[in-house]
């Protein structure tokens, strides 16, 4: 099943495609080498199919400059999106919240000699994230409930004591359901089709 859906959101690329393979060829060449794939048994929850380095590639460029401190990733499967931006930025901590024990098991395992990462075996769902202060957050699509993206959303705005700008990063998502972004700048929207692409938010005091 997971090879059928992994088929199914290649061909979505359309002709990017051949610019998405070779930036996952030359990123492999270059050790990046965090790309597993699992299956999902919960009708809420994605398979994870990694972001591809051609976006990440993208939006480094765009936020390389902006002024956050703590990135959290929504369900960061085996670490692939926190490994690039990790060496690719300098001085940032970094926050995986996984579900799925055995991705945590191998996130926990390949990063244990980076201090900075840390990853959290919970769902995020019902998970008080807001704890952790972060000021970029990351979305790779990790569930198929929208409306679970929208509580997410609803709490990350609604914080009263922003003293600092706070970046949100959405992968592969239908942005015309991010309703409450109306408060939010967006810094970039790259799209592929209707379903492909990355958006960059930002939300000032």
Do not use: W
């Not at 901590?93 to 996130?107: D, L, P, R, S, W």
């Not at 592969?172 to 592929?192: G, H, M, P, Q, R």
């Amino acid at each position: 099943m997971i090879f059928k859906n992994i088929l199914k959101n290649l061909t979505m690329y359309r002709l990017h495609i051949f610019k998405i393979l070779f930036f996952e060829l030359t990123n492999i060449i270059r050790g990046y080498k965090v790309n597993r794939f699992t299956s999902s048994k919960d009708k809420n929850i994605n398979d994870n199919i990694p972001c591809p380095y051609f976006f990440l590639n993208k939006i480094n460029k765009k936020i390389k400059n902006k002024k956050f401190n703590i990135f959290l990733d929504f369900g960061s499967g085996s670490g692939r999106v926190i490994d690039y931006f990790n060496r690719n930025t300098e001085g940032k901590k970094f926050i995986g919240i996984e579900f799925y024990n055995e991705n945590f098991q191998y996130c926990k395992n390949k990063f244990s000699k980076n201090e900075n990462i840390t990853f959290i075996n919970k769902d995020f769902t019902n998970y008080d994230f807001l704890k952790h202060d972060a000021d970029c957050y990351f979305f790779n699509h990790p569930t198929n409930n929208n409306e679970i993206y929208l509580e997410i959303l609803k709490k990350i705005i609604n914080k009263n004591d922003f003293n600092k700008e706070i970046l949100l990063i959405f992968v592969n998502f239908e942005i015309s359901d991010l309703t409450y972004l109306k408060k939010a700048e967006c810094v970039e929207n790259y799209k592929i089709g209707d379903r492909k692409g990355y958006s960059i938010y930002c939300i000032k005091n």
